[in-house]
């Protein structure tokens, strides 16, 4: 009894020391103003202790008890780090932080390779970076929520299909053959952000980077040209996207719950024809061979408005859970969330579930390791929808079905009708919705760990392992007894693509101070990739009575198999002087498997230097080399192709031979900046200039017909981008109530094709024979007839008739050669955001966007006007007798007549937030409640006369820009949200 006595009395008395041996630290970080910084961090400085700021910039963190003073620093983006020096070894002490602007964010640190972060004064290039809050704007994916964050930044949206579909242009296009989207990265792992169209619907394309939750983004480091990226070598001519998830810190378990329901309304809607007569009989066009209705004989008709049997309002509601803590050797951050989206279009809808964990574990004072893991689950329900998917897309069938036709089933047979009566071999628009079916679905998995290793003071070693391996299935059923003529007999195709992608990241950092005004940052590291696809198809058509899969009388299957791999080393070396002058020079060896073995390593060599004066004052310079990769794999051989005879398989030549001494699309890029704060660092202005060119362009190239082919890739092209960049940074009002901040960026780029290959000028596919590319003009411009004399254009889209008429018939006289007729590039760029906080509990944003001086061709309007269909208003004039019988029949042969002006603002987000007040969250036993209301999309200010200028029927296409043709336009969206933290 004794012993157990004394047992207990020991071991309270341990506790007892041990609680008395902790250093409690309480206190408040706030802005100037004394507002507090809500997700503030507050770290101890050389050790692995740490906190976050609640909504009121309160903060509460224990430490073991020392025997030496501590060093505790506060950070913020947008605000200077503030360090304060603790001598108290245990007990409660209040330590408060007031920070103050760092307009130019010089003391924010990013990491422009595998390693090797710094802070963004010492770098010589121009790097955005981008708040996870700064993204919470109501999007459900990642890469649109970064329009207008980033100066150089180019960011479309091209559909309103739930789901994805949005391109990004880092400083204009590096590529006229293969993806121009920018590498990823997801802490430390690079991600797979393809668009494969397993099956072809008309312009949905869903890229991969909108698998990714919003909620789980800490922050974004965006780096946009060659000069930056080149320790990336031959992956980063199209620039990189770090995105850096959330991760626990030690203390209290911190628990955050959303919710939040809301709608997408259609911004506009198809203007049709109800004007209730049309012509009675058919005429031939003896030229053409095209057959009209013949407007002199009109007969009374019906006419129908599909766009609410086709649109509707679609309710999205989604759900978001966190949880985040741990002690001083492990952290953890454990993430849940689901998205229910409605498409507009009826028949279409999309569903995501996201779970991510990432883990901190600090074995000792010399290893660390961290995990990020991520499972992605999303299904898509789609229908054919339109653009070049001919006669099976509901947009589509729309616009070239006159809109006379009934299309409402019939009440006793339940058959859907077509339009075969009026000579046209659509499908009926209400039978693909109700009765076709396209589903995708994704399952992915995104994981990676990394060890931190420091085996001596200032050497900082890191082993990155990543790997992101994903399976998309795509499937499409035609019914039997369909409306589609062609498919009458059903038809259904499966498609499968399984993807994996390996990363491999070694490095190591030694830091040295030469002297007391000297520094050395010394970085030498290796990456290795590993790329595989696998996508198998089959179709079937004659399909077995009731049953939806791939089986029927006529069955193919094919499969298609792509594996890379790339290998580089590079090594960095940075001097400073005196915290203000650095100068960085860097050297990577790349090889990639998709290029011949002679040609296969290539160096991209970098210089760059900054000069900062007391923060305030910052100039840089930067010149530097990147690559690009084909988009074909196996380009460097001379492959053969399937081919079917008599029933047999075999093989023969493809008509395109390999070319062992292709190499990388090769960037070279100078840059120079200077970053400049005012007033007190209350006016912040970030100046960039670049020019860049991209040589040994990867195109076809003609060759001998005594080779056996007919061309062969090469490096033969020349593309340049010119451009500038401005940030501008405003604290226009502050007081204790008050606080108005205003941030602005402008970009203007112009590219240029310099050379080509000895083919010269060539159309690109999927634009109808209207995009093309050639020496000396811009990137993927408008070529077509024109119409004689000076055309010009109303902006409702109507012809002015400043044009030649025919005195005989008062037709359009049509020009007989060819030539320029737009430019889908814009002239530049800008966004407009503003952020007003009231009190401590009150926040409204508001963000314009505008894309200026780009030319869409406006197909829609083409097909609208064709004679034969009619279903525009346009086309009414002719059966009115205002234009003579025929104006429109010549008209529509003239692309130029529906080349329009483009460009357009946009109010693409308004969020209001109220938090409650304090007396209120302690009564219902939690941390804080905020409700917000979010909008985006909710305005376009525009002349162009379509649906909306933005969208793109070639989806992320490179170079097939500003082609408007029977897509979805972007709906005007309203959510409203509550987010409770415990």
């Not at 309270?12 to 408040?28: I, R």
């Not at 859970?321 to 809808?349: C, H, I, P």
Request: charged share 20%; hydrophobic share 35%.
């Amino acid at each position: 009894m004794h012993k157990k006595l004394t047992t207990v009395l020991l071991v309270l008395t341990l506790t007892t020391v041990f609680s008395w041996a902790q250093l409690v630290v309480k206190g408040k970080i706030t802005d100037k103003r004394g507002a507090g910084l809500a997700g503030a961090n507050l770290i101890v400085v050389n050790t692995n202790f740490g906190t976050t700021a609640n909504l009121d910039g309160e903060y509460s963190i224990e430490i073991p008890s020392t025997t030496r003073e501590i060093i505790l620093e506060a950070q913020y983006i947008g605000y200077k780090n503030q360090r304060k020096t603790i001598t108290q070894l245990d007990g409660t002490i209040e330590v408060n932080f007031k920070l103050d602007y760092d307009i130019l964010e010089m003391e924010a640190v990013v990491v422009t390779g595998t390693a090797d972060p710094r802070q963004k004064k010492k770098l010589g290039n121009s790097i955005g970076m981008v708040t996870g809050k700064a993204i919470d704007n109501g999007s459900a994916q990642i890469d649109a929520a970064l329009s207008g964050k980033v100066a150089g930044a180019m960011v479309q949206v091209n559909s309103g299909t739930p789901g994805g579909g949005t391109s990004v242009r880092l400083r204009g296009t590096s590529s006229i053959s293969r993806s121009a989207e920018p590498l990823y990265i997801i802490d430390g792992v690079v991600v797979d952000n393809s668009s494969s169209e397993l099956i072809d619907l008309g312009g949905y394309r869903s890229n991969r980077i909108a698998d990714l939750d919003p909620n789980d983004i800490d922050h974004i480091e965006v780096i946009k040209g060659a000069a930056a990226a080149a320790l990336y070598g031959s992956r980063a001519n199209d620039g990189v996207i770090q995105i850096f998830t959330k991760r626990g810190k030690a203390g209290k378990l911190k628990v955050d719950f959303k919710q939040s329901v809301g709608f997408d309304a259609q911004s506009s809607k198809l203007e049709v024809s109800s004007f209730p007569y049309r012509g009675n009989t058919t005429v031939t066009d003896p030229t053409s061979g095209w057959t009209y209705y013949d407007q002199n004989n009109l007969t009374s008709v019906e006419r129908y408005d599909w766009n609410d049997e086709i649109y509707r309002t679609g309710w999205t509601n989604s759900t978001a859970f966190s949880m985040s803590g741990g002690d001083e050797k492990t952290q953890y951050y454990l993430s849940g969330s689901r998205l229910n989206q409605e498409g507009v279009m009826r028949g279409t809808d999309y569903r995501k579930q996201n779970v991510r964990l990432n883990l901190n574990q600090y074995v000792n004072e010399w290893l660390s390791l961290s995990a990020s893991t991520n499972y992605i689950h999303s299904y898509a329900n789609l229908v054919p929808n339109g653009g070049l998917v001919g006669f099976y897309g509901v947009f589509t069938n729309l616009i070239f079905g006159p809109n006379i036709i009934d299309y409402r089933p019939d009440p006793e047979t339940g058959v859907y009708p077509d339009a075969t009566n009026y000579g046209i071999f659509t499908a009926n628009p209400l039978d693909v919705i109700r009765n076709w079916s396209a589903p995708q679905e994704i399952d992915r998995f995104i994981g990676g760990i990394k060890f931190a290793l420091t085996p001596m003071k200032n050497l900082n070693m890191n082993l990155n392992l990543g790997y992101d391996t994903y399976t998309q299935t795509a499937k499409e059923y035609t019914p039997k007894n369909a409306s589609a003529p062609a498919r009458k007999d059903g038809y259904s195709k499966s498609a499968v693509k399984t993807s994996k992608l390996l990363n491999v990241d070694a490095d190591a950092t030694y830091t040295i101070d030469i002297s007391p005004d000297i520094q050395s940052i010394s970085t030498a590291g290796v990456n290795y990739q590993s790329n595989y696809a696998d996508i198998v198809s089959s179709t079937a058509q004659n399909l077995t009575m009731l049953v939806e899969l791939v089986q029927g009388e006529t069955q193919f299957a094919g499969e298609f198999v792509d594996t890379r791999k790339t290998l580089g080393y590079y090594f960095q070396e940075t001097v400073g002087w005196k915290d203000q002058l650095y100068v960085t020079g860097s050297l990577r060896m790349d090889a990639s498997s998709t290029f011949g073995s002679d040609v296969r390593w290539q160096m991209f060599p970098k210089f760059s230097t900054s000069y900062s004066y007391n923060d305030n004052m910052k100039f840089r310079a930067a010149y530097g080399f990147s690559g690009g990769q084909p988009v074909d794999s196996y380009s460097q051989y001379s492959n053969y192709q399937f081919q079917e005879y008599s029933g047999q398989a075999g093989v023969v030549n493809a008509l395109r031979g390999g070319n062992p001494d292709l190499k990388p699309e090769r960037m070279e890029e100078f840059e120079i900046g200077t970053d400049l704060a005012f007033l007190d660092n209350r006016i912040g202005v970030e100046l960039t200039y670049y020019n860049s060119k991209v040589h040994d362009l990867i195109l076809p190239k003609n060759v001998a017909l005594s080779t056996g082919y007919t061309e062969q890739l090469a490096n033969v092209g020349v593309l340049s981008n010119k451009g500038i960049e401005i940030m501008l940074r405003t604290i226009n009002y502050t007081s204790e109530d008050f606080l108005w901040t205003s941030s602005f960026t402008f970009s203007k780029n112009t590219p240029l094709i310099e050379t080509l290959s000895d083919g010269g000028a060539f159309a690109l596919p999927g634009s109808w024979g209207i995009v093309w590319v050639d020496e000396g003009q811009v990137p993927g411009y408008f070529y077509g007839y024109t119409q004689g004399g000076d055309l010009d254009l109303d902006g409702d889209g109507t012809m002015d008739g400043h044009y030649e008429i025919d005195p005989r018939t008062g037709i359009p006289v049509k020009s007989p050669t060819k030539s320029i007729i737009g430019n889908p590039n814009p002239d530049y760029v800008w966004s407009f955001i503003n952020d007003f906080k009231i009190f401590s509990n009150f926040s409204v944003n508001i963000q314009f966007d505008a894309m200026m001086g780009q030319d869409v061709f406006n197909f829609t309007e083409r097909m609208l006007q064709t004679p034969y269909f009619a279903v525009g208003t346009a086309y009414d004039r002719e059966i009115k007798g205002e234009v003579p019988v025929g104006y429109y029949n010549t008209v529509r042969k003239t692309y130029e007549n529906y080349i329009e002006d483009g460009s357009f603002v946009k109010l693409r987000n308004l969020a209001i937030k109220y938090r409650l007040h304090q007396p209120f969250v302690d009564a219902l036993g939690v941390e804080a409640v905020e409700f917000s209301l979010v909008g985006r999309n909710l305005l376009t200010f525009t002349k162009y006369s379509g649906m909306d200028p933005e969208v793109n029927v070639a989806a992320q296409s490179t170079m097939v820009r500003g082609f408007d043709f029977a897509t979805v336009p972007i709906p005007a969206s309203w959510n409203f949200g509550i987010q409770v933290k415990f």
